[in-house]
């Protein structure tokens, strides 16, 4: 059974950081795509940053400079560290991993939260 187990979030003042993390485990198949989604109350799920099926790298538009996604290939493990956090980065953010033969599965989600 695929688990997607996050760690990290919490609560920061604006301009602090925090470090996000999910290990994916239970499946033999390899992980094509990987990375963070969130979520604030009222609004859509969005893509924050993941990589791509070819190692390359997205961000979101208003996180571009302030957080940076990384990944260990040999744990199954994706990493976001989120720094110069802002208020409207508030939300739940989740894991997610595409693998190549069984879809697409999500972590629990984790919640950040930014105060002014």
């Known amino acids: 059974q695929v688990r997607l187990v996050e760690s990290g979030g919490g609560l920061v003042q604006a301009g602090g950081s925090l470090s996000l993390s999910c290990a994916a485990s239970?499946?033999?198949?390899?992980?094509?795509?990987m990375g963070w989604y969130r979520q604030a109350p009222g609004k859509q799920r969005e893509l924050v940053a993941r990589f791509t099926s070819g190692g390359s790298t997205t961000y979101l538009s208003s996180v571009k400079g302030r957080f940076t996604i990384s990944r260990d290939y040999a744990k199954n493990t994706v990493y976001l560290q989120m720094n110069n956090l802002k208020p409207e980065d508030t939300a739940v953010y989740y894991c997610?991993?595409?693998?190549?033969?069984?879809?697409?599965?999500w972590g629990q989600g984790t919640q950040v939260t930014v105060s002014s």
């Open positions: 997610n991993a595409q693998y190549s033969s069984i879809g697409s599965y």
């Open positions: 239970g499946s033999i198949f390899s992980i094509n795509a």
